[in-house]
């Protein structure tokens, strides 16, 4: 590890002017390549307190050796060779996005005497027009095939082409009017291109002109009378529309335009790209990189603008770029933008209708693009059990935890406060063990009291039921608490054979949080007298793993497997606390005074609210009156109207032999002789378990 400080710069050497930076390792490597507004003010921020730094700029810097630099006139000329630099070196510290697939193109070799229309894949070659790319092949060839009527442009190989050629007879295609056969000299090779320009032109969005000329030639055959060549014109105005469904129109104003979104985490970043031409998407694509330093999303979009349009130009750099972020600063990256396509750029963030609706799905694709990735990636075994002895020598264990579970606590300002279990078993989730909890101890807001509390719960069940199941060794039975967790629960099994959720014990406990969390969780288990299990917090700022009693966080390297398996159980016990939380939350507006009449179900629910069409109105009903919606019979409407009498603050006693609503206060005498007894709400809240 160098010491930066061997390596800075004597004050006054680094100028104050735009450029660009490489640092180098001590094999004269290059590791990060930057640009600079000003390179003094930005390699000042490199050789300060190391302790000052984010974790993967500290990384960095004490694995460099020595820092150079190139000054230039301008922050475009900047951003040029900065893209340069990075394809050049490959640096390990850049981000670097990765295609998750070789994505295939409808190309038109137009560099050819005859072009020809193919699938490519791999890097573009210069004089062929491309469209896409496409998700997947034969997407391409299905749109080919119906176009083909209409241009029947060559599509065959250079070999078959020459054979037709020397044999003088065309290929199949040639025969049923999809190519027209240039190779036996049906049209010149100057139609045959101009075939290819309007193909072109047809694929690049300017669809409703040809329509409108095929259907102005099969109106003037239908006046001619030549019935045969309108009903062709007919079938090929139908194949061309048909192409075009294949591509739904998202934006109305014919608008090209391609959209960048970005979903992103603490280790990784994906990239979704898709391209709008003439309204319509014509392809999409996607990277996933690994966020090897400390960067913003207005960052990740300008590293994304660079792979995607530095080798392009003209009009495959469109007129219109929209993006989540803009780089910091805007104008440089807009300016290299134009001076690719040779024209203005717009690059912008939408804000209101159909491009912002179309944004919000390029998002949603991104965000299910990094799920999948990191989906794939857990799913290797090789991967997983590298991660579990990363965990273990991180940790100090005897062995690889091969049943992790992670807590997490979860709340709105104080209110519905609740707690979730996820449990993960050779590094895959195990759902069916999931648990969830709500917190009974205390009432309000304390993560730490209420880490203790599901700890202690979760685990006194553990501890039940292994007694139950004569495991208990100790000759001392754990004690019951009050809300009755003891009394819950049960055999080794279900009923049905499957293992319980608290059966088995983990080898290592995660908690969302750093030392406070760790050390309540710790303390937890103690009183419990369990001695067995390992306990650690993932704090989600740094990503670091914090040990009880230990003062420093232990720091996994950020290309570990280790870290990001506790990073995904991490973030999987924040979404299912997060998911039961909001239920709950959602459960609690949603209530009704008549979910506490027994027997009453969705169906009878609605149909009262729909007669009397409020509650309010429900409320005033007599019995009678409720007696009259269809399903509710007299027994039921008392027991209507004394639940929403006993929900109401206000509300007067109901005679339940009459029907009548009485002006004294609760305590009426009802049809049994018994008062009519109207608990407050929370009295009767507070009976729910």
């Excluded at 608490?481 to 099994?493: I, N």
Aim: proline share 5%; glycine share 8%.
């Amino acid at each position: 590890m160098a010491d930066p400080s061997s390596y800075r710069p004597k004050p006054g050497e680094i100028p104050d002017s735009p450029g660009v930076y490489r640092f180098r390792d001590e094999h004269r490597r290059v590791i990060y390549v930057g640009k600079a507004k000003s390179l003094r003010q930005r390699l000042a921020n490199y050789f300060q307190d190391l302790a000052g730094l984010h974790p993967r700029t500290r990384s960095m810097v004490t694995t460099a050796a020595s820092v150079e630099w190139t000054v230039v006139s301008t922050e475009v000329e900047a951003l040029q060779l900065e893209y340069s630099w990075i394809k050049e070196y490959d640096p390990r510290f850049n981000v670097k996005y990765r295609d998750d697939k070789s994505y295939p193109y409808l190309a038109v070799t137009m560099n050819e005497e005859y072009p020809r229309v193919q699938v490519m894949r791999g890097h573009k070659k210069k004089g062929v027009r491309y469209f896409g790319p496409y998700a997947h092949a034969w997407a391409i060839r299905d749109t080919v095939d119906l176009l083909l009527r209409v241009f029947p442009v060559r599509t065959c190989s250079a070999g078959v082409f020459k054979n037709a050629a020397r044999t003088g007879r065309p290929c199949l295609l040639g025969y049923i009017g999809k190519c027209s056969a240039p190779c036996v000299d049906r049209v010149s090779a100057e139609e045959h291109r101009e075939l290819a320009d309007e193909f072109c032109d047809f694929m690049t969005g300017r669809t409703n002109t040809y329509i409108r000329r095929l259907e102005k030639q099969m109106a003037e055959a239908a006046e001619e009378m030549e019935y045969e060549r309108a009903a062709r014109l007919r079938d090929d105005v139908e194949a061309l529309k048909k192409a075009m469904e294949k591509n739904a129109v998202v934006l109305a104003d014919a608008t090209d335009a391609d959209l960048i979104a970005v979903a992103e985490d603490e280790l990784e970043a994906a990239v979704q790209i898709f391209h709008v031409r003439g309204g319509r998407v014509r392809g999409q694509r996607g990277w996933v990189t690994d966020k090897v330093e400390e960067i913003t999303t207005g960052a990740l979009v300008e590293h994304a603008l660079q792979q995607l349009y530095g080798e392009e130009t003209g009009d495959a750099v469109p007129k219109e770029v929209l993006v989540p972020a803009l780089p910091d600063p805007v104008e440089p990256v807009q300016e290299w933008l134009a001076g690719r396509r040779g024209s203005g750029v717009s690059l912008r963030i939408p804000q209101r209708g159909d491009k912002r609706a179309l944004m919000e799905t390029v998002q949603r694709n991104a965000q299910q693009a990094l799920v999948l990735h990191k989906t794939k990636r857990a799913s290797d075994l090789t991967t997983r059990s590298r991660a579990l002895e990363e965990i273990a020598d991180a940790l100090d264990l005897d062995s690889a935890p091969l049943r992790i579970e992670c807590y997490d606590i979860s709340h709105l300002q104080g209110d519905d406060v609740v707690a979730s279990m996820v449990v993960f078993e050779d590094g895959l989730a195990r759902k069916s063990e999931y648990r969830r909890f709500q917190i009974k101890g205390f009432a309000g807001q304390d993560d730490v009291r209420s880490m203790h509390e599901v700890i202690t719960r979760r685990f006194r069940r553990y501890l039940a039921e292994k007694e139950k199941t004569g495991e208990w060794t100790d000759g001392e039975a754990p004690e019951s608490t009050e809300d009755g967790e003891l009394t819950m629960a049960g055999t080794l099994t279900e009923d049905d054979g499957r293992p319980k959720k608290f059966a088995y014990p983990p080898q290592l406990v995660v908690v969302d949080g750093g030392a406070p969390q760790v050390a309540a969780a710790r303390r937890a288990l103690d009183e419990l007298g369990i001695d067995d299990i390992a306990v650690c917090g993932l704090a989600k700022r740094l990503e670091e793993v914090w040990l009880p009693g230990d003062d420093d966080p232990v720091v996994l390297p950020r290309t570990s497997e280790g870290l990001y398996l506790l990073q995904r159980v991490r973030d999987e016990a924040h979404r299912f606390a997060i998911s039961y939380q909001r239920a709950k939350r959602s459960k609690r507006f949603r209530s009704s005074p008549l979910d506490d009449v027994p027997g009453l179900g969705d169906t009878r629910k609605q149909a009262l609210l729909k007669h009397f069409g409020s509650l309010k109105r429900l409320r005033a009903a007599t019995i009678d009156q409720i007696c009259e919606v269809p399903g509710i019979g007299r027994k039921t409407a008392e027991t209507i109207a004394v639940a929403l009498a006993g929900s109401a603050p206000a509300a007067p006693a109901v005679n339940t032999a009459t029907g009548e609503i009485m002006e004294e206060e609760p305590g009426t005498m009802g049809s049994s002789g018994e008062p009519v007894t109207m608990g407050a709400p929370d009295e009767r809240r507070g009976q729910e378990t």
